[in-house]
């Protein structure tokens, strides 16, 4: 049964959240006449859209992200907030949902009133980027959520996208065996700034500062992202509530001064711009998709570029002629 | 007067600078006809390129860039090579050629028979990131020169233009006071295959000496480029000829690694496919600009999005669905 725009806009409102669901499915959906009512939807809800913090978790498998967004989110909660948990999942366009099975490692936060948990398919169109996470997020601010926390499993291109839609992004590392920065992805150190040393106990305080040390001295050697902000380096265990009252007072220092000097509004309008920017290619992209003949030619095309059997030029403009003289 | 493209691909094969300038200047004109002949040109000499070692040179201005070339290219020259020297300058478009000022610099190279110098012009149609650089490259490895130097000012993102045409990527530093890595741009020591130090004499050895090492520490710290290859840090003085041999031998030693691992074909296609994606995006933006209305509309919709207006991927797909209704 077709629920109404203004049903679903009641529901988000009044924080229904199997109507959120619904409207965050609506936006996920591909079908032509979905992505009409779901264009509605945003429209109408963008006034009561950007009052949260957006906050960007990524970690290799096993750092314990499930762990922490659970204690993190429960620690919001008790201070009053309100918490939406999205995941990005590479995987589940394909399998419909590896990291579902990680919703019962969040089952304490899964029970609570104010908290929204919900898995978010990344599958651009042509490979690309843009994805709905970020509609997502805009359906949760407007049902009042004050922290988005945007999980990440690290595949692809996957950090880069949640770093372009977050206020801050947040690492999470495991102690090492001496080589602390192996297994650490290219270009991961310039987009954080929080790190978070999960798993620490009594046993390991002294392994977990040698990393801490370690990290820190990796931080000197790259351009700061904002630069009035120092990343720092916090200890503790998501699973024994430990450290994390420190990650969540930091958060809160590194919005304030983002507010103070403008950068927090400035960079969401940089990141609008280029989330407009993605989706103008991933929207010509399929465009092109949907013209069988048209993916062959683009196919085609590289594969002659890239065979250097012609200046990659000469093959572009081939392709992007033929791509105009199609109708649509 | 107009050349005909078989006297220019003679003139290129025979090696007549003012023929291999000609062409070049063919390739770089944005005049419809002119590319049309371009395009036939570059068709035809397709087969001759490929054959050169291409070097991408980056180092803030005043680490000696041109002294560098120059030497360099004088020492290629007497080992029996022919050496062509491209200049990047982003703002040789506006001014027509702050760089053409530098040749001055390479005048003992300028005079060598074996030598072809030339600055080259960075205007992506939309502030994008293709320019004619690659064309330019083909027709020198047409005409039969060995080495490719390609240097960048470092504006922009003119290293990642040249990182991604290059088959190897040096990087000039001079000795810095104590904060060695100030200064640097981010991203760039993830790009580097090769670092020299420049302006080394008696004086400064020891302070050489401490940059190398400060340089080393920070490589550690970033995940290797080519897995088989450590980044070397030399030391030396283009103005005295210092140096010079090893920086020679190093790059034949990182080519030779990549070709017995077949990196070097396999880079060198990835770099031809991400070339052919460019220019497809810069030829539909040229299209766009082509039509005035569609480049006002682009921005407004653009406006709207940054602004939160409205939803990013609807802005979007409004101005895909007025673009892809046009005649072209």
Redo the contacts between chains.
């Keep these: 049964m077709k629920i109404s725009t203004e049903e679903l806009i009641k529901g988000i409102q009044s924080g229904n959240k199997r109507l959120i669901a619904k409207a965050i499915t609506l936006v996920e959906s591909k079908k032509a006449e979905h992505?009409i009512q779901a264009?509605e939807l945003?429209?109408k809800i963008?006034p009561f859209?950007?009052n949260s913090i957006r906050v960007g978790i990524t970690g290799v498998p096993g750092a314990g992200k499930s762990t922490f967004i659970e204690s993190f989110g429960r620690l919001a909660i008790s201070n009053g907030k309100k918490v939406a948990v999205l995941a990005i999942d590479p995987s589940s366009a394909i399998n419909k949902g590896s990291i579902l099975g990680d919703k019962t490692r969040m089952e304490e936060l899964a029970k609570e009133e104010n908290a929204f948990i919900r898995p978010s398919p990344s599958s651009g169109f042509l490979g690309g980027v843009?994805n709905?996470t970020?509609?997502t997020m805009?359906i949760c601010e407007a049902a009042g959520y004050d922290y988005i926390l945007i999980e990440t499993v690290g595949v692809g291109q996957s950090e880069v996208l949640v770093a372009d839609i977050t206020d801050v992004f947040l690492f999470l590392k495991i102690i090492g065996g001496g080589d602390e920065?192996q297994g650490?992805?290219?270009?991961i150190?310039?987009m954080v700034d929080l790190i978070f040393i999960n798993k620490v106990d009594s046993e390991n305080i002294q392994k977990a500062k040698n990393t801490r040390l370690e990290l820190k001295?990796?931080l000197?050697?790259?351009?700061p992202k904002e630069k009035d902000w120092k990343v720092s380096v916090l200890l503790g265990s998501a699973l024994n509530n430990e450290g994390l009252d420190e990650v969540y007072a930091k958060i809160d220092e590194f919005i304030n001064l983002k507010k103070k000097t403008n950068r927090f509004e400035e960079v969401?309008?940089?990141q609008?711009?280029k989330?407009?920017?993605?989706?103008?290619?991933?929207?010509?992209l399929a465009?092109m998709k949907r013209n069988e003949s048209l993916e062959e030619a683009?196919l085609q095309?590289?594969k002659n570029?890239?065979?250097?059997?012609?200046?990659?030029?000469?093959?572009?403009?081939l392709?992007?002629e033929n791509?105009?003289?199609k109708k649509?």
Tied chains: 1, 2.
């Design positions: 992505r264009e945003l429209k963008m859209t950007g843009a709905t970020f509609e805009l920065l650490i992805k290219r270009g150190m310039e001295r990796a000197d050697f790259i351009p969401r309008t940089q609008a711009e989330r407009f920017e993605y989706w103008v290619q991933e929207y010509i465009m683009y095309h590289k570029a890239s065979a250097m059997v012609s200046n990659p030029s000469t093959e572009a403009k392709f992007v791509f105009l003289n649509f």
